[in-house]
């Protein structure tokens, strides 16, 4: 089960990036916002923690 972050609640601001110690977290295309890619993601929560405006939680 990987994390998700929420593009709507996604202010860009990389804090995530600097937590995840897999590298699963990129910018989408354009910027905007990040992502998390499932194939990467070892479910450890150190992003969600990490996260100033809440908007990573645990995917189905």
């Known amino acids: 089960m990987a994390y998700i972050i929420e593009a709507e609640k ?9 937590t995840c110690p897999s590298g699963a977290i990129s910018a989408a295309e354009g910027g905007s916002h990040y992502i998390i890619d499932p194939e990467k993601c070892v479910d450890c929560a150190a992003c969600e923690s990490g996260c100033p405006s809440t908007a990573i ?4």
């Open 10 to 18: 996604c202010t860009a601001c990389a804090a995530c990036v600097d």
């Open 57 to 60: 939680s645990a995917g189905a």
